[in-house]
C-alpha cells in the first residue's frame, strides 16, 4: 500500500472511533437520567401498604384525600335508597366504597375533613403527627367536616358506612359525621380497611354515638381488597343491584 494510502485509512479509522464514542457517550448519559428520573419518581410516591402494627391500627400512612361528589346533587334519592358514606384517607377505603357502588347502584357521600389529614399528620410512629396527637388527646378527635348534611338523607334506608382503622376505633372524621345525623329508620352496614386490624368494636362504639338505626355487625377488608371478595359479601347481604 502507498504510504499516502495508509495515512488517509489510518485518519479514517480514527474518526469512526471518536464518532462511536460520541454515541456511546450521549447513550450513557441519557440512560444515567432516565434511571435518576425513575428513582426521584419512585421516591416522591408514598408507601401503598404499610404494614401498621396491631397496637395502632393506622391504616396506611400517606396519600392524599379522597374526593367524591356528596350523593343526591341535583337529584333526589329513590325512597328506600342505598347510600355508601365514607372517610378514606389513602384510598383504599375508597377503593372498597367503590366496589359497594358497583356491586349495588348506590349514591354516595365522602366524608371530608375541613382540614385534610396529610401524609405526614398520618404517620402514627411520629409521636408529634396530628394523628398521635388526636389519639393521645380525645378532645382534639372532634374533627370539623366540610359537610354533615347528605341531600335527601330521609330518602335512604340502607347505608354503608366505611373508614379506615385507628387504634382498634373508626377514623375520627368518622365520629364526627356519625354523631351530627339521625339514622333513626335506617340500617347501617359498617364495613372499614385496614393492613392488619380487624373490625374489632368500631361499629358498636359508632352505634352507642348515633343511639338510633339498625347497626349490622359490619366486615373489615384488607388493604388491597378485590373486588370480588366486596362483590360476594354485598350479595350475601342481598343487596345486588338489580
Not at 52 to 74: K, L
Request: with cysteine; glycine share 10%.
Amino acid at each position: 500500500m502507498k504510504p499516502w494510502k495508509r495515512i488517509f485509512s489510518c485518519l479514517l479509522a480514527g474518526a469512526m472511533l471518536l464518532s462511536l464514542a460520541a454515541c456511546s457517550g450521549r447513550d450513557g448519559a441519557a440512560d444515567g437520567q432516565s434511571d435518576s428520573q425513575n428513582q426521584e419518581q419512585t421516591a416522591a410516591e408514598p408507601e401503598a401498604d404499610a404494614a401498621v402494627p396491631e397496637s395502632a391500627g393506622v391504616e396506611t400512612t400517606g396519600g392524599a384525600e379522597a374526593d367524591a361528589a356528596p350523593a343526591g346533587e341535583g337529584d333526589a334519592a329513590e325512597p328506600g335508597g342505598v347510600l355508601v358514606v365514607y372517610y378514606s384517607a389513602t384510598g383504599n377505603t375508597e377503593a372498597v366504597a367503590g366496589y359497594i357502588v358497583e356491586a349495588t347502584g348506590a349514591d354516595t357521600f365522602c366524608i371530608t375533613p375541613s382540614d385534610p389529614y396529610t401524609e405526614a399528620d398520618l404517620n402514627w410512629r411520629d409521636e408529634s403527627s396530628r394523628v398521635v396527637y388526636e389519639h393521645d388527646n380525645p378532645d382534639a378527635q372532634t374533627v370539623a367536616l366540610t359537610a354533615t348534611e347528605v341531600p335527601n338523607w330521609e330518602d335512604y334506608d340502607t347505608v354503608f358506612l366505611g373508614y379506615p382503622i385507628w387504634w382498634g376505633e373508626a377514623a375520627w372524621p368518622v365520629s364526627t359525621f356519625v354523631a351530627a345525623n339521625d339514622f333513626t329508620g335506617k340500617t347501617v352496614i359498617p364495613f372499614c380497611t385496614s393492613s392488619s386490624s380487624g373490625l374489632g368494636s368500631s361499629g358498636e362504639l359508632l352505634a352507642e354515638l348515633a343511639g338510633t338505626g339498625d347497626w349490622q355487625e359490619g366486615r373489615r377488608f384488607r388493604s388491597g381488597a378485590d373486588e370480588s371478595d366486596v362483590a360476594d359479601w354485598v350479595r350475601g347481604l342481598g343487596l345486588s343491584a338489580q
